[in-house]
């Protein structure tokens, strides 16, 4: 599978994203929570699911982490074994600051196997040192696994603070990303600065727009807003006086992630640029979890009135 396949009919993919059960958990609970999951997502109309490989991020800020860090199966087993019933293609995401090259190729030789992509994903701080750095990690993958796709992260709060976002994505690009995955946005401006300048840069250079998938993700109570925000992630005051005001404040997100997404499609269609989107689930609670799947099938109506003809994988 690869982004090019998908986008060659016009459209962004439309994926979802989760994170893998505690490795602390039996077996047994690990296979129940892999069922539950492949269940919920085979009739939604998606075309890849990604993922996470979960760092503990406590190193870029001195506030208390609002949920505790606990290690997760290993993102590429849970993808390829336990989800292995789910028939659409898998995105895996790898972190590689506290690796080293034996382990980034059994990723990605992994990936390739399974005929997925990767997204490789570099220290959460400059502060944080790490034994190989993501620039090491792209070498690494064009010496030995060239044939595997790779995406990147957008981080719209980072291109606010510099306007530098749209340089350093394209220089994934000449390392070998050919599209990338935002960060949870609750933004529309910001995710609009990054992906004018990307088009701007881009249309200079003369060289093509690489898709971009934004992440919605549904907050469904205070603690789920602040871990979000620990996270570094930008949640503009009017949208956090509409959640916390609101009398059901799961619903309101859900409404309030549509409506950026509608405002970020009508702008990236004006522009020529290839927009999909990531609805992720990162949360035990089922009715947030009950939430992102009902996202999913508001997004999906973006690409027509019955978007399980539209999408191959769909309904699979």
């Known amino acids: 599978m690869t982004i090019r396949a998908i986008t060659a009919r016009g459209s962004g993919p439309?994926?979802?994203?989760?994170?893998?059960?505690?490795?602390?958990?039996?077996?047994?609970?690990?296979?129940?929570v892999a069922r539950k999951q492949t269940a919920r997502l085979r009739s939604l109309p998606i075309d890849a699911v990604v993922v996470y490989d979960v760092q503990d991020e406590s190193a870029r800020t001195n506030e208390p982490r609002p949920f505790p860090h606990m290690r997760c199966v290993n993102p590429a087993t849970?993808?390829?074994q336990h989800l292995a019933d789910l028939a659409v293609p898998k995105i895996v995401y790898h972190s590689?600051?506290?690796?080293?090259?034996?382990?980034?190729?059994?990723?990605?030789?992994?990936?390739?196997?399974?005929?997925?992509?990767?997204?490789?994903?570099g220290a959460p701080s400059r502060e944080q040192s790490g034994t190989m750095s993501l620039r090491e990690a792209y070498a690494y993958r064009r010496r030995n696994h060239p044939n595997v796709g790779i995406g990147g992260v957008m981080i719209a709060e980072r291109h606010h603070r510099a306007r530098t976002e749209?340089?350093?994505?394209?220089?994934?690009?000449?390392?070998?990303?050919?599209?990338?995955?935002?960060?949870?946005?609750?933004?529309?401006?910001?995710a609009k600065d990054v992906l004018s300048d990307m088009k701007l840069a881009c249309d200079q250079a003369e060289r093509p727009i690489p898709p971009v998938l934004v992440t919605l993700t549904p907050c469904g109570s205070p603690r789920t807003l602040s871990f979000i925000e620990w996270l570094g992630?930008?949640?503009?005051?009017?949208?956090?006086?509409?959640?916390?005001?609101?009398?059901?404040?799961?619903?309101?997100?859900?409404?309030?992630c549509v409506g950026v997404f509608r405002d970020?499609?009508?702008?990236?269609?004006?522009?020529?640029?290839?927009?999909?989107?990531?609805?992720?689930?990162?949360?035990?609670?089922?009715?947030?979890?009950?939430?992102?799947?009902?996202?999913?099938?508001?997004?999906?109506?973006?690409?027509?009135?019955?978007?399980?003809?539209?999408?191959?994988?769909?309904?699979?």
């Open 264 to 316: 970020l499609h009508q702008f990236a269609a004006r522009k020529g640029i290839t927009l999909g989107c990531n609805v992720e689930s990162v949360s035990l609670r089922l009715d947030e979890i009950e939430a992102s799947v009902e996202l999913v099938e508001s997004i999906a109506t973006f690409w027509g009135p019955d978007p399980r003809m539209n999408r191959p994988n769909g309904g699979s």
């Open 14 to 32: 439309l994926t979802y994203g989760l994170v893998p059960p505690k490795a602390a958990w039996e077996a047994e609970r690990v296979a129940e």
């Open 166 to 190: 749209h340089e350093r994505m394209l220089r994934k690009v000449d390392q070998g990303c050919s599209f990338f995955i935002s960060q949870a946005v609750y933004s529309p401006e910001a």
């Open 96 to 121: 590689v600051p506290n690796g080293d090259e034996e382990g980034l190729g059994r990723h990605l030789e992994a990936v390739d196997r399974a005929g997925g992509l990767a997204v490789l994903v």
């Open 233 to 256: 992630v930008y949640v503009p005051p009017w949208f956090e006086n509409e959640l916390l005001h609101s009398s059901h404040m799961l619903s309101t997100s859900v409404k309030l």
């Open 78 to 80: 849970y993808a390829f």
